[in-house]
Structure formats: C-alpha cells, structure tokens
C-alpha cells in the first residue's frame, strides 16, 4: 500500500518562499507522475503541478512562474518550492500519485496546512 | 481556461440516488475522474476514466459522460456518503493542466 506523507513548515513569511517535501512509501517512485495540489480553506482544490521520475514536470500556467517541483529518486522522495508567497497561497497542500498524463490520482497524503502570515 | 461547473449541493434521502453533475464545454471528449472528501480528510478517488471503479469502492458509485456533462450517480445512498464531491479533468491546450470542477456538498437527509 503506498503511503505518502507531506513535511516542511506550517508557517510562511509574505515574499518568502514555501518549501515543502513528500516521501513516499511503501512503493518506488519511478514511472508514475507525482503531484501537488491545494486546497485553501472552505474552498476546492487546485492543481498546482507535477513531475515524472525522469524530472519532467508541467505546471499549472497560473502558478507557473512561481513554482518548481523536484524529486529524488534516491530517498524516495519529491518537493515542491513556490516563491513570492501571499495570504492567498495559504492553503492545505497535499502531495499525491498521479498514474499518467491525463490519469487520475490514486493515492494522497493526508495534507498540511500551510499558513502565509508575517 | 476551461471551466468545470458542480451544483454546490444536493441533497438525498437514504436509500434513494444521487445524481452530481459536472458541466464543461464538450467534457464528452474528455475523461472525467471523481473525488470524495470528507471533513478534514484528503480526497479519495471514487470514479476514473468516466465510469471505472478503483478497487473498494462500491458498485452503487457510477459514473457517465456525455455531450456538456459529466454524471456522478450514488446508488442506494448511505449516511457515510456525505461529503464533498469533485470532478477532475486534463485539459490539452498549449500549456495543459488538470483542472477541477467547484465541487458539490452531498447532504444525507
């Protein structure tokens, strides 16, 4: 059963940059997509991009400038990093398995709040 | 952008059928998949690719596309099928992305 959980700081400074890790477990990381996706609260959920464990990504064109997604094979592992934060990216931020371009999302994490406030 | 378009909610007795749509411009040529989220948890995938049903899911959860709209029916409604639900699709354009519907509030009566 793949299991994947979200870590990094529950608190961001406006302007500054909101870095987050998943680990996955539980099953490799290669050959499937891995994404992000928020959701902030009372509201839905936003696909904020993914990546393939070659490295490849796509992002969502409205967050595009601001977002970079990682992964590391080697520890199981991806990331995500979106710069220039505001109140408006305040949201829960779940990482989650992607089966293909186009495919659904088959397993989540159970999410984490991430707060931007000075 | 494209634009998937959910009642905010609907309502049910127990025992009778939900029926949850998702409007999009030609959303039949595209393949829909649909989540279930419950207060304070991350979304569970119900449907994909229209119609199909992940392992554990239950036979009452059914799904169809055609034309505008994208169909989530829940059979036989249960208490603990109250949630949120969301569409999802892949939207090709020159810079693709999965975009999801507004989601609707499934209430129990």
């Known amino acids: 059963q793949v299991q994947l959980q979200e870590s990094g700081p529950g608190l961001v400074k406006p302007s500054e940059t909101l870095s987050l890790t998943c680990s996955v477990s539980g099953g490799s990381i290669s050959s499937y997509y891995w994404s992000w996706i928020r959701q902030p609260p009372g509201k839905g959920l936003e696909w904020i991009g993914y990546i393939y464990d070659n490295g490849r990504t796509t992002y969502n064109p409205s967050l595009k400038s601001r977002v970079t997604i990682s992964v590391d094979t080697s520890k199981n592992q991806f990331s995500l990093r979106l710069s220039s934060v505001t109140a408006a990216d305040t949201a829960v931020y779940y990482c989650?398995?992607?089966?293909?371009?186009?495919?659904?999302?088959?397993?989540w994490g159970q999410g984490t709040l991430v707060t931007v406030s000075s | 952008s494209y634009v998937l378009t959910q009642p905010p909610s609907v309502s049910v007795a127990p025992g009778k059928t939900a029926r949850i749509t998702c409007g999009g411009d030609n959303i039949g040529s595209k393949s829909v998949h649909w989540y279930q989220q419950k207060p304070g948890q991350a979304p569970v995938l119900v449907i994909y690719?229209?119609?199909d049903r992940p392992s554990g899911i239950p036979e009452r959860f059914s799904g169809s596309n055609s034309g505008n709209t994208a169909t989530l029916t829940i059979s036989r409604v249960e208490a603990g099928d109250e949630a949120d639900y969301y569409c999802q699709v892949w939207y090709t354009s020159s810079d693709p992305l999965y975009v999801f519907g507004t989601g609707t509030k499934v209430t129990v009566l």
């Open positions: 690719y229209d119609s």
């Open positions: 989650a398995r992607t089966r293909g371009i186009g495919a659904e999302t088959d397993y």
